[in-house]
Nanobody, 115 residues
Framework: QVQLVESGGGLVQPGGSLRLSCAAS????????MGWYRQAPGKDRELVAA???????NYADSVKGRFTVSRDNAKNTVYLQMNNLKPEDTAVYYC?????????WGLGTQVTVSS
């Protein structure tokens, strides 16, 4: 089992920034995909950004140029730096971890972008 603990959500004004963190613990796989999904009210959960073990990065078109995903393998932690936030970025953000073909999800952290 893998446990994921997210932090860093909150309320921010449009144009502001937030940094999300997600620390993985438990039965950690050496090679795992880590990233972030989000789900806005009334919408499906969607991929925001993912970081593969080899360093490959994948972003949703809506966040390219504004969000940056990174990871610290020594700490088993993935980060999401979110800049120039927009009201449409408001959602619950979920940490995602996939190791050995098994997906794991965090409990989610709320990000609200509003003036």
């Amino acid at each position: 089992q893998v446990q994921l603990v997210e932090s860093g959500g909150g309320l921010v004004q449009p144009g502001g920034s937030l940094r999300l963190s997600c620390a993985a613990s438990g039965s950690i796989f050496r090679f795992a995909i880590m990233g972030w999904y989000r789900q806005a009210p009334g919408k499906d959960r969607e991929l925001v950004a993912a970081n593969s073990p080899g360093g490959g990065l994948n972003y949703a078109d809506s966040v390219k140029g504004r969000f940056t995903v990174s990871r610290d393998n020594a700490k088993n932690t993935v980060y999401l730096q979110m800049n120039n936030l927009k009201p449409e970025d408001t959602a619950v953000y979920y940490c995602y971890y996939q190791g050995g073909g098994v997906p794991y999800w965090g409990l989610g952290t709320q990000v609200t972008v509003s003036s």
